[in-house]
């Protein structure tokens, strides 16, 4: 019986776990990137570089296009503090 118990437990909290992942909205998606984008923008000026946070939706109609958009940025500006990192390692 513990073990039917236990499975049982596992099995509800995996099912709970992938529902709550697939719960996040289109509209989170969006904001969650843009605020990686704002906050990876605000670690580079703080570290002294010259920072374009703005991206362009024109087009993008979607969630999906939305958040790639912010994340084709996103890895813009992880270029930019890699590079910088690497200069302050030196």
């Known amino acids: 019986m513990k073990t039917f118990t236990k499975t049982a437990f596992t099995l509800l909290t995996a ?3 992938t529902t709550a992942a697939f719960a996040e909205t289109g509209t989170e998606r969006v904001q969650s990137a ?11 000026e703080n570290m002294g570089a010259p920072v374009d ?3 362009n ?3 993008a109609y979607t969630f ?3 958040e790639a958009i912010y994340s084709a940025k996103h890895a813009e500006l992880q270029n930019q503090f ?7 390692a030196e």
């Open 53 to 55: 946070t703005s991206v």
């Open 15 to 17: 099912s709970v776990m």
């Open 34 to 44: 843009k605020g990686g984008v704002e906050a990876l923008g605000i670690t580079l």
């Open 57 to 59: 939706l024109n087009g």
């Open 82 to 88: 890699d590079a910088l990192h690497a200069l302050s």
């Open 64 to 66: 999906d296009q939305k």
